[in-house]
Antibody
Framework: EVQLLESGGGLVQPGGSLRLSCVASGFTFSSYTMSWVRQAPGKGLEWVSGIGTGGDTYFRDSVNGRFTISRDNSKSTLYLQMNSLRAEDTAVYYC??????????WGQGTLVTVSS | DIQMTQSPSSVSASVGDRVIITCRASQGIGSWLAWYQQKPGKAPKVLIFPASSLQSGVPSRFSGSGSGTDFTLTISSLQPEDFATYYCQQANSFPVTFGGGTKVEIK
């Protein structure tokens, strides 16, 4: 059974930093492009960042230069380093496999709240 | 970026009704389209990917069609557990983009 388990969310002040982690199991993690998708309270889904199997990275414009995505295939773990956080970054962040062929999977999400 | 325009944004329907949701891409995406169902407080659940392939375990009352720029999700006979918000997503290229969502409410 495929599982994606996120952690690292919490309350942080504007301008602060947070690192999210996502531990994957049940599939060959190194073979898949992985993404982070977020959902602000009461809003729709918004893709944030992705990383390919070769380490190529992609970001939405609003987080480019502030967020970094990385992966450790030996630990089947995806990361999202978030710096210079803003109130508008407040959301549930999902680890997800939503590109390429085959099955698509989502974690249960971790809540990030940016507030003073 | 590929824009995904989903309609309607909400629909009120009764149990047993047929519901159709449409999604239009700003440029051709082949069949690289997924449909999701999301209930409050839960992660999205993939229903269909690619465009017309029902995922394992999803009831057959759900169906998807289309290719290129125009896609539809059809619920043939709405059941009580289907009241939720539905999203389309293009998986053709980065940045991945989603439709704005369709909330299916009880009439």
């Amino acid at each position: 059974e495929v599982q994606l388990l996120e952690s690292g969310g919490g309350l942080v002040q504007p301008g602060g930093s947070l690192r999210l982690s996502c531990v994957a199991s049940g599939f060959t993690f190194s073979s898949y492009t992985m993404s982070w998708v977020r959902q602000a309270p009461g809003k729709g889904l918004e893709w944030v960042s992705g990383i390919g199997t070769g380490g190529d990275t992609y970001f939405r414009d609003s987080v480019n230069g502030r967020f970094t995505i990385s992966r450790d295939n030996s630990k089947s773990t995806l990361y999202l380093q978030m710096n210079s956080l803003r109130a508008e970054d407040t959301a549930v962040y999902y680890c997800a496999q939503v590109t390429g062929s085959g099955s698509y999977w989502w974690g249960q999400g971790t809540l990030v709240t940016v507030s003073s | 970026d590929i824009q995904m325009t989903q309609s309607p944004s909400s629909v009120s329907a009764s149990v047993g009704d047929r519901v159709i949701i449409t999604c239009r891409a700003s440029q051709g995406i082949g069949s690289w389209l997924a449909w999701y169902q999301q209930k409050p407080g839960k992660a999205p659940k993939v229903l269909i990917f690619p465009a017309s392939s029902l995922q394992s375990g999803v009831p057959s009352r759900f169906s998807g069609s289309g290719s290129g720029t125009d896609f539809t999700l059809t619920i043939s006979s709405l059941q009580p557990e289907d009241f939720a918000t539905y999203y389309c997503q293009q998986a053709n290229s980065f940045p991945v983009t989603f439709g704005g969502g369709t909330k299916v409410e009880i009439k």
